[in-house]
């Protein structure tokens, strides 16, 4: 299993952009395709964006077109999520995970953390209106 550490979050203006970060460790990086999810209070966890394994397919949900870019640094083990323009609706816990299975991330329709090999300890973001 691969160990995951989400970091980043805080607390923003609405409008504004954050960057989260997850750091890996443990196993190939590269094996892995990797997903943020984020679960609001009284919500359920819902899928954000994910990234296969090269970088090259990213997908997203409607919600975050346009306004969050998924990335990820293979010679560093980390992915990112780029948040721009960012919406009160946005607050959440955000929690990256990963998995050798791409199939379980590109529909973006599997939310929970034991859905995949590995889920990270998420981190708390706020967007104040």
């Not at 394994?53 to 990820?72: A, E, L, M, Q």
Request: overall charge neutral.
């Amino acid at each position: 299993q691969m160990q995951l550490v989400g970091s980043g979050g805080g607390l923003v203006q609405a409008g504004g952009s954050m960057r989260l970060s997850c750091s890996a460790s443990g196993r190939t990086f590269t094996d892995y395709a990797l997903g943020w999810f984020r679960q609001a209070p009284g919500k359920e966890c819902e899928g954000v964006s994910c990234i296969s394994s090269s970088g090259i397919t990213t997908v997203y949900v409607d919600d975050v077109k346009g306004r969050f870019t998924i990335s990820r640094d293979n010679a560093k083990n980390m992915a990112y999520l780029q948040m721009n323009s960012l919406k009160p609706e946005d607050t959440a816990v955000y929690y990256c995970a990963a998995d050798t299975w791409w199939g379980k991330f590109e529909t973006m329709d599997r939310t929970g953390r034991h859905d995949f090999d590995s889920w990270g300890q998420g981190t708390q973001v706020t967007v104040s209106s």
